[in-house]
């Protein structure tokens, strides 16, 4: 599902729009272009959080503040793959 979303941008933010769009250049439209930049803003702040998450754990695992893992890696991460 698409949605449409009406912005009021600089003169300087829509003349770079303008000169990342068009002939010549990777994306037809502005529209694909402002579609582009968000989905890698989005994808950053994803990784981020990721790389946050992994920091913590190997925080945790320096300061000892780790429970042995009794199961089965194997079995679990086939589990989690097949859902």
């Known amino acids: 599902m698409s949605s449409t979303l009406n912005l009021s941008l600089t003169d300087e933010l829509r003349a770079f729009i303008d000169q990342q769009s068009g002939e010549g250049t990777l994306y037809a439209t ?14 950053r702040l994803e990784a981020a959080g990721i790389r946050d998450a992994i920091l913590e754990g190997y925080q945790d695992a320096i300061a000892g503040r780790t429970v042995p893992y009794r199961g089965n ?11």
Request: proline share 4%; hydrophobic share 35%.
């Open 30 to 43: 502005p529209s694909e272009f402002v579609r582009d930049v968000l989905r890698d803003k989005k994808e």
């Open 73 to 83: 890696l194997r079995q679990l991460l086939k589990k989690k793959a097949a859902d």
